[in-house]
């Protein structure tokens, strides 16, 4: 049994930043990567970052250079700072953790980036 608890999302303008942070507890056994996912109205769901045992992270194109990825004290804990968001990144972000035995989500946390 895996739970991950979010938090930080909001209403954010552009130029601003936000931190969202995800906290996984749980039978956590081996554990392969942890990340961040979010999904717009009409788009699938698609990769923002994510970070593995290992602490390699992995970057969307399309955020690069503004949101950046790590993890907390606890290696179930994790962030997503997001710095200059922009209204294309508005979206519903999940947070997701990847063990050897399966895939676990959260529930998803509202982003939306307006002026």
């Known amino acids: 049994q895996v739970q991950l608890v979010e938090s930080g999302g909001g209403s954010v303008q552009p130029g601003g930043s936000l931190r969202l942070s995800c906290v996984a507890s749980?039978?956590?056994?081996?554990?392969?990567?942890m990340g961040w996912y979010r999904q717009a109205p009409g788009k699938q769901r698609e990769l923002v970052a994510n970070i593995n045992n290992f602490n390699v992270k992995n970057y969307a194109d399309s955020v690069k250079g503004r949101f950046t990825i790590s993890k907390g004290n606890a290696e179930t804990t994790l962030y997503l700072q997001m710095n200059s968001p922009k209204p294309e990144d508005t979206a519903v972000y999940y947070c997701?953790?990847?063990?050897?035995?399966?895939?676990?989500w959260g529930q998803g946390t509202q982003v939306t980036v307006s002026s």
């Open positions: 749980g039978s956590i056994a081996t554990l392969y990567a």
């Open positions: 997701s953790i990847h063990l050897q035995h399966g895939d676990y």
